[in-house]
């Protein structure tokens, strides 16, 4: 199961096509290997290596972060603010890489920190793009709708003013893979006194832009 994914990303009947599986079967199998990420579902609904491969595999590096290591402190230089990237893990989203501003007021958010997918930028960013059935299944819990992650695919970036902890606003934008598929969530946040309460105005051609870099380093 886990070989027919390691070369390209594949959805439900290609899986079928690969490992000869029935079809019940082969969603049975690849929805555990989910709930363990070992795989992960794309936006586009196709199955992909997950992310506890990389970190059974020890000293494996993982592309994403090495990106983050160089793109990140930028952002941080540029704005002035705490920056993060986020992956999302189900029904909740993890902080994998981040950039502090040396000193002030900031909205610190540890490596490793799980946050919900109901609220915030970043929440709103990785599921604008989540296939029907795991949208909609965000959207139960979610502090924004249907219509808010369609201007999210609008304008190509999210923002978000005291949703997720009162006083912080924050904006993200989608980082792409190869394929298109959006794998992770560049954010940049710190208190609404200080960046205002319409963070995407100020930062949002920043945050693209890092996007982009990101990418461009994958």
């Given at each position: 199961m886990l070989g027919a994914v390691a070369k390209e990303p594949c959805g439900l009947a290609e899986l079928c096509n690969r490992t000869g599986l029935p079809r019940a079967t082969a969603h049975r199998l690849a929805v555990g290997l989910e709930v363990h990420r070992l795989l992960r579902r794309g936006s586009d609904g196709r199955w992909r290596p997950g992310a506890a491969l990389a970190e059974l595999a020890g000293g494996a590096t993982d592309p994403l972060l090495d990106a983050a290591s160089a793109v990140l402190p930028r952002l941080r230089e540029v704005t002035g603010e705490s920056v993060q990237l986020y992956r999302r893990d189900g029904m909740q989203r993890i902080?994998?890489?981040?950039?502090?501003?040396?000193?002030?007021?900031?909205?610190?958010?540890?490596?490793?920190?799980?946050?919900?997918?109901?609220?915030?930028?970043?929440?709103?960013?990785?599921?604008?793009?989540?296939?029907?059935?795991?949208?909609?299944?965000?959207?139960?819990?979610?502090?924004?709708?249907?219509?808010?992650?369609?201007?999210?695919?609008?304008?190509?970036?999210?923002?978000?003013?005291?949703?997720?902890?009162?006083?912080?606003?924050?904006?993200?934008?989608?980082?792409?893979?190869?394929?298109?598929?959006?794998?992770?969530?560049?954010?940049?946040?710190?208190?609404?006194?200080?960046?205002?309460?319409?963070?995407?105005?100020?930062?949002?051609?920043?945050?693209?832009?890092?996007?982009?870099?990101?990418?461009?380093?994958?």
């Open positions: 902080c994998v890489a981040a950039a502090e501003p040396p000193s002030g007021l900031r909205d610190t958010v540890p490596v490793g920190a799980r946050l919900p997918m109901s609220a915030g930028s970043g929440a709103k960013v990785l599921a604008a793009w989540l296939d029907q059935p795991t949208q909609r299944a965000v959207l139960a819990d979610a502090v924004f709708g249907e219509r808010t992650l369609f201007e999210v695919r609008r304008r190509g970036w999210a923002q978000s003013v005291g949703e997720r902890e009162p006083g912080v606003a924050s904006v993200s934008a989608p980082v792409r893979d190869g394929t298109g598929a959006v794998i992770a969530a560049v954010s940049v946040s710190g208190p609404v006194e200080r960046i205002g309460r319409r963070p995407g105005g100020r930062w949002a051609a920043d945050l693209l832009a890092a996007a982009e870099a990101l990418q461009n380093r994958l």
